[in-house]
């Protein structure tokens, strides 16, 4: 017992610098790090690099898409499938962030896109089951739809062409 307090009397200090230094040395390139990339460290989702002005073209579309889709959740609500239907179809035929910027086409991935065209797709079909008459199909396509938006939200954020 003696011989053991002995030894961590004399060993503790550099053990707990030993400990320390590199705890702090990690919290400080993680603090350092983050920011750096423009991103929390627990980010995984792939960045976009785009110009500011890129950017503001793809953000807009956006605010436009929760709109839309609020402007069908509505006429959904109130079971005004024509409305549902007239709704639906405005959006499908939006213009996507590509089709308003003609860089944005080399920028944007090849999966976005492939994404982007599945949110057209279920608004198509969310305005033909409205003028069908069928209340559960445009349900359907609305979580479809809004599946597309979550999948790419997870997979992608946008980053500043100047920003590191
Ligand atoms: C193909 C990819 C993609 C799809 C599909 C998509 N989004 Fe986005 N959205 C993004 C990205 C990327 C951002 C920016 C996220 C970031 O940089 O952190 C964004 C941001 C947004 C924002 C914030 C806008 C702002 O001004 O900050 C809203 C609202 C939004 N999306 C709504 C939607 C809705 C609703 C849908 C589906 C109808 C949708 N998005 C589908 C990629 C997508």
């Known amino acids: 017992m003696a011989g053991r307090s002995r030894f961590l009397r004399h060993y503790a200090p550099g053990l707990a610098l030993a400990v320390?230094?590199?705890?702090?040395?990690?919290?400080?390139?993680?603090?350092?790090?983050a920011p750096q990339r423009g991103r929390e460290p627990d980010d995984t989702r792939r960045a976009v690099r785009?110009?500011?002005?890129?950017?503001?073209?793809?953000l807009e579309v956006m605010r436009a898409n929760l709109v839309a889709i609020?402007?069908?959740?509505?006429?959904?609500?109130?079971?005004?499938?024509?409305?549902?239907?007239?709704?639906?179809?405005a959006a499908a035929d939006t213009p996507g962030p590509a089709a308003r910027l003609g860089s944005l086409k080399h920028k944007l991935?090849?999966?976005?896109?492939?994404?982007?065209?599945?949110?057209?797709?279920?608004?198509?079909?969310m305005s033909e089951q409205a003028r069908l008459g069928n209340s559960a199909g445009v349900t359907r396509e609305l979580a479809n739809n809004t599946a597309a938006c979550v999948s790419c939200h997870a997979m992608f954020r946008l980053t500043l062409e100047d920003a590191r």
């Open 50 to 58: 785009v110009t500011a002005e890129e950017r503001a073209v793809v």
């Open 109 to 125: 991935p090849p999966e976005w896109r492939e994404v982007g065209k599945q949110v057209d797709a279920s608004f198509a079909a």
């Open 70 to 89: 609020q402007a069908v959740l509505d006429a959904q609500a109130s079971g005004d499938l024509p409305a549902v239907a007239v709704a639906a179809r």
């Open 20 to 33: 320390w230094v590199p705890t702090v040395a990690l919290g400080a390139w993680a603090w350092w790090s």
